[in-house]
């Protein structure tokens, strides 16, 4: 086996993606093929840290007669739900896993604390981030990049319903174009959404790269730590 391009990477489930075809809720035979796959690159030698988003049960910012902190105290919770499915899943197939919360919940997860995520990490655990960083108005985008920032990760993994960041919304335009390659600057001035620009510049000052690419299939999680061409590179 060649030489691994990421020994810890930093993998952002968005909530829809636990959904699977139901686009609600959670898909417990979605979330175990996304579990195996993690398992898989495990095995391959690679440290995994996941953020998971909350899209799935309640979107931050979309509540209707509700303020934004509200709406995004609920979405926080939402992810926590997804970090504890998320968990039992890979528990299930023997991955050791730690759950470590924003906000503190101590009953049901430990707090976060860097050093002790860092050491989860070392010790071939899969460390979950819940409640994304534990702050309204900032997204599960941004929490993955403070985090990747925080333990040092090679590069952000960013699974999204698309596979990968084109030109214009390829669900509504036939024509968009896919991009193989993007710089930071690029997402920015041509306002391209892959991720909002609180996290994208994160991940420019930190030099952070970020793959964005569709779970569609979890199998492209292996992919791309193949280093298979999937998605768009934003470097
Ligand atoms: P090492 O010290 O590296 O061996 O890590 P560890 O996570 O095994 O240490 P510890 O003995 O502290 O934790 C044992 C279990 O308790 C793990 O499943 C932790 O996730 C869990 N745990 C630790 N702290 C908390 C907490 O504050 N709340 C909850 N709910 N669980 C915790």
């Not at 509700?66 to 939402?78: E, V």
């Not at 420019?204 to 790269?209: F, G, R």
């Not at 199998?219 to 998605?231: A, L, R, T």
Request: hydrophobic fraction near 45%; include cysteine; glycine fraction near 8%.
């Amino acid at each position: 086996m060649g030489e691994l391009a990421y020994k810890r990477v930093l993998l952002k489930l968005s909530g829809e993606a636990l959904a699977g075809e139901k686009g609600f809720g959670i898909d417990t035979s979605m979330v175990l093929e996304i579990a195996k796959s993690v398992k898989t690159i495990m095995e391959m030698g690679v440290e995994v840290a996941i953020v998971v988003g909350g899209g799935n049960i309640f979107r931050g910012r979309s509540g209707e007669n509700m303020d934004r902190t509200t709406a995004d105290h609920m979405g926080m919770l939402a992810t926590v739900i997804n970090a504890l499915a998320l968990q039992t899943s890979l528990e299930n197939i023997d991955v050791v896993t730690r759950v470590q919360t924003a906000i503190e919940m101590k009953e049901i997860a430990e707090p976060y604390i860097r050093r002790r995520a860092m050491r989860h990490l070392e010790k071939g655990r899969v460390v979950i981030f819940g409640a994304g960083s534990g702050n309204p108005y900032f997204s599960t985008d941004t929490a993955a990049a403070l985090r990747a920032a925080e333990v040092d990760a090679d590069v952000i993994l960013l699974a999204k319903k698309v596979d990968g960041v084109y030109d214009c919304d390829p669900v509504t335009n036939p024509n968009a174009v896919k991009f193989d390659k993007l710089t930071y600057l690029d997402v920015l001035n041509r306002d391209l959404k892959v991720m909002d620009s609180t996290a994208t510049s994160l991940c420019k000052d930190n030099k952070i790269p970020i793959i964005v690419f569709s779970l569609e299939n979890p199998n492209n999680i292996i992919k791309v730590i193949n280093g298979e061409n999937i998605g768009t590179i934003v470097e």
